[in-house]
């Protein structure tokens, strides 16, 4: 951190903040400058709060050098970290993975249909929403646990893992049961509860990115899961809130490559939410494999005229068949199996 | 709502649109123009989704007419909503509450030193977080349980009520047992687990904006309180993302005249976090006034610099008391007493 | 500045940049911590652009101390600036001075009309687009010339000053010829071709800030108009792009405060473009004056429902009427003559 | 154009609407629903202002069917535009068309060297700057006219098209002299006198998104261009402006498609400009391609150390290479020569 003092700080300022600094057991070091004293912390300061030294008098502002994240950050682990699933899928370690199915379970004949579809086209991850975040409480809100039996029992019978949301710390023993991998929803982010409870649910943890959230929160949030000691955790770009509204989001296709010189963790990309329209869910998704990420998670509909949610962003077979095939090609492209 | 029909729908789409219509209870009108057909939706079409119509075949896209909430609406209650506390303070109805406290309860001393002094100043609502939801895992998280308990004890003794943030679904009983109003916070506005908790808290909730979320999206948010049949609901402007870094968040001025215009719940605003720095909070708080709002959350400090949040936009005693005879005079030269 | 070096740069390149900073004509100071490597650079950096030393081999980042603009600083300037017209009239100081009329001049009639509203509320600026800036090109683009005598023989009569915009460089001696104030407009705040036309013009020129633009840019805009050796420079607010649909732009009122602090030029407020729409323009006018403001630039229309362009935001004469008597009684109230 | 009549208009609030629709030569279509009026426009409205008819009392909203734009719609020009350029180069119908050189001329060895290599890449398009808008008014701003006759020397000597932005109205002469074509720079997209004068000046014209512009903003600014008649426009998403600081601007990747879907003319994409760092340019170049673009715009320096702008996001030579390789093959992917 770097502590800039105000133009007229005293020195009875500024030795305040080198007390502050060592009451914090870091070390400061003094450089004056024709117009400002500046005091670079050294030590690890991740774990510090910029505010404890921004608030003391005769301080104009903190500056971070560090990222405040350690645990999610490739200086801490270098190597790419690779989730390993019981069916023998991975997600990151070069490869690119996809996971599709459903926006919400709503009956086995759908579900069922809509798997098959997938694992046909070569999924080997069935997504499927059991309890959904709704922002009218009015609209569906899933078949809770009656739709994750179903989601375990689809799988299994067509040897795939199932990714499902958990919404709530009470329910991560239930979801974790039947679900190999516990989805954080963007609504849920910087719901620091839930996120120590999925970390300690014993299942990896897709972690996606909150719609008003930068690149180093969500970084944050991750470490929030990996403080529990669970390093399982895939982070999912989703896109985020900005002035344009010809799509519901706009996808951050910078945060892809950003994310990957960051973090060893994997990075998928829902192109399916970011945009809210199936016609422009391929060239997306084809753009985020070209950038590198590391999976893609995508929402196939057997009928979506007839979906009980996110019909309109929702691919049919014929067009889930297409992109994955245009995947491949992508993916091939740029030096990756898929 | 209105659907949209593309430039070459045939018959058949708008058929088929009509009929989904007509199986959702409602009716379309239909209008055909030189280069578009429109279908106006006729009935109370609030709960609908327009996704379940702009998935069919030949719809271009699908704009709402009404507000996506009803009890959250004006139309639908158009009275001003006056929040009544047990100690005779109220929130709304045209006078303007202030609810001042330290960010999080620190200590007894500290607890007790911040409530005398924004008693003295008027004030008959103290805030205090017991559970801190931090952006860093390693940051200070709260006192958690005897947090609630010091603010029950110092606001009884200086017949305040209290004000504090739950985080989780399982500890709204805990949390409602010790405080008059339930405070949901920006990161959990759209925990729909959470808020229905609240709502059935027994208590008022105040139910801050999220930061990347609409006015049109708090209020939704405000209607899963309100479906639990709890209409004690406050609304609070905090502060939005925007890419101005002057500050940490822009405090969306417009939203006070806009939300007061759109649902009789009271508005609160909060320049403490909308700034982030306290030589700000002052203007943005009479500014807030001026705009109309209810009522305005502070954070008040004996000693910012050893705060162990939030110091920097945190008020000392002092300023404090500047800040209120100010908003008096503000409040009284638009009509309403303070 | 502030070069923050990689985690494993070497020898070389740390001299590299120091060698850099001194070709600069600054001084390097090297700080070695425990993870990084940092140089503080002593001296005036302002005119440096950081990516200078950004570029170089082993930097991760540079990071600005003080701001990237001098002329318009109050570290440069301390005292406020006050632009002083021919009528007698002033913006800065102390006062909240109100700019008004229509948006663009339509004609005689129309222009006489809202000009003695507006001087009977008390006014002394004239507001009246003679070249209009629109989105679109099948729009009604001003009157031209023409609009600019009309301003000034209206204005001359009721002993006002007229401010109104210049579009283009070539422009600028024959506006500057009719108006009192030339206004540069949101979407050409970054058209620096024009900012330094004006700057020429030998009048005080009225900056609004971009839609897309921070603070800081808004202030580098005017270091363009200040570097011309012309200081009589307001700045104006007028609303940024955010996520928010609700209104058209949010105005950013933390940024007069902000901009209170940083620069000694007068801010004005701009309610009806920050809005758009005539009920929020009252109370968001209100609020900038609550905030710090030192004027308003409003929209008045004598028959808002026949304006050419911006009616919705306009305000009849009896709407005007109300909003100054308010915004006396908020002045007065913050200590300020209005 | 949707009219959405208040809860509570009168007959004669929707008498007036109608009139004043059938006043603008179009016709109205009343829909009485349960709880609003709503008034369809029929006809060509894309020329008129919805304020025209939001001002009218009575009236709560009015919504576009159609979008505000006409010579840039696909509805009116169905197949892609291609533009020619002497030498043979061409943007659009299909092909990736790569443009590439220095951010700013700075002298003839320089312009040569990166000339050299990128034609030697297959690059057909020199770009470089000769009048270049500086956020700050102490920096580099360009070479001039200088400037512009080396770019013509040296891409004659290579067979190569000049791209070069113009920065102000009275410049297009001498621009058009000499570049191929006519770049118009993101801080000047709404600077409507330099697109009309761009758009007379008898050359292709490269039209940037503006920082804080949306899609249907960017397509009413190439209407401006449009309806000179030089329908030779193409446009290029360069980044926008977000809260998000891990990058200069966020690149909106999902704009590509739709523009693609909206407007027959070709998209380019400029990914040293959106992400700000040369090692971000690959991955983003690539996911513009696999998404659709129709071309590249690329900053290239012989020496980014020592670059007078733009040095950090700038590709050495081999970096660039590199780049056109994997650009090819993804181009190839998705089915396009390039």
Redesign the interface.
Known sequence: M?V?MK?HATENEVTEVLDRVEALGLRG?L??????T?I?????D??V?P??L????GVEKV?R??H??KLASR?FQPEDVVIRLANGATIGGGSVSVMAGPCAVESMDQLEATAEVVAAAGVKILRGGAFK???????FQGLGEKALRMLREVADRLRMAVVTEV????DVPLVAEHADILQIGA??M?????LRAAGEGGRPVLLKR????????LL?AA??VL?TGNHQVALCER?????????RF?????????LK?LTPLPIVVDPSH??GKS??VK??A???????ADGLIIEVHPN??A?L????Q?LTPAAFFELMS?VR??A???GRPA
Do not use: C, K, W
């Not at 996808?251 to 950003?258: F, G, Q, S, T």
């Open positions: 770097i800039v133009a070091h450089s004056r400058g024709a117009e400002r500046i670079g912390v050294i030590g690890d991740r774990p709060e505010e404890v921004e608030v003391l008098p500056m050098i560090l405040p994240f200086d975040p709704r922002t009218s409480p009015y609209s919404t709530s710390p009470e609504r849920n910087a719901n620091f509860v839930l909150g719609l008003g959230s930068t690149v180093d929160e944050q470490e929030y403080a896109g985020i809130r900005t002035f344009e509204t010809a799509t706009t996808l951050d296709i910078n945060a892809i490559p950003v010189g970011a945009t016609e422009l060239p997306v084809l753009a985020g494999v070209a950038a590198g979506p005229a979906a949610s996110d019909g309109p929702s245009d090609r992508v091939q492209a740029v």
